[in-house]
Nanobody, 116 residues
Framework: QVQLVESGGGLVQSGGSLRLSCAVS????????MNWFRQAPGKEREWVAL????????RYRDSVKGRFTGSRDDSKNTAYLQMDNLKPEDTATYYC?????????WGQGTQVIVSP
């Protein structure tokens, strides 16, 4: 069975950093891209970043470009999201997502709170 487990969230002051991890099991991780999404209270879930399985292919939503960096370690079946210079508007629950040709899989989410 496919499992995605996020970790690394927490409370941080504005300007601080956090590193999220997403450990994947039961899935051919190295064959597919990983996406990060987030959902702030009262708002819809939004896409944040794509970490392709093709080396160097990374994409970000405009509001996090230059601050967030996605990476992956295929030997550990784990993806990461390094978040620097965090802002209060980054406060949300962050989810990792991976999909194959027929299904989409989500982690349970990890909460990030950025205080002013």
């Amino acid at each position: 069975q496919v499992q995605l487990v996020e970790s690394g969230g927490g409370l941080v002051q504005s300007g601080g950093s956090l590193r999220l991890s997403c450990a994947v099991s039961g899935f051919p991780f190295s064959d597919f891209a990983m996406n990060w999404f987030r959902q702030a209270p009262g708002k819809e879930r939004e896409w944040v970043a794509l970490i392709s399985n093709r080396a160097g292919d990374r994409r970000y939503r405009d509001s996090v470009k230059g601050r967030f960096t996605g990476s992956r370690d295929d030997s550990k079946n784990t993806a990461y999201l390094q978040m620097d210079n965090l802002k209060p508007e980054d406060t949300a629950t962050y989810y990792c997502n991976i999909r194959d040709f027929s299904r989409s899989y989500w982690g349970q989410g990890t909460q990030v709170i950025v205080s002013p």
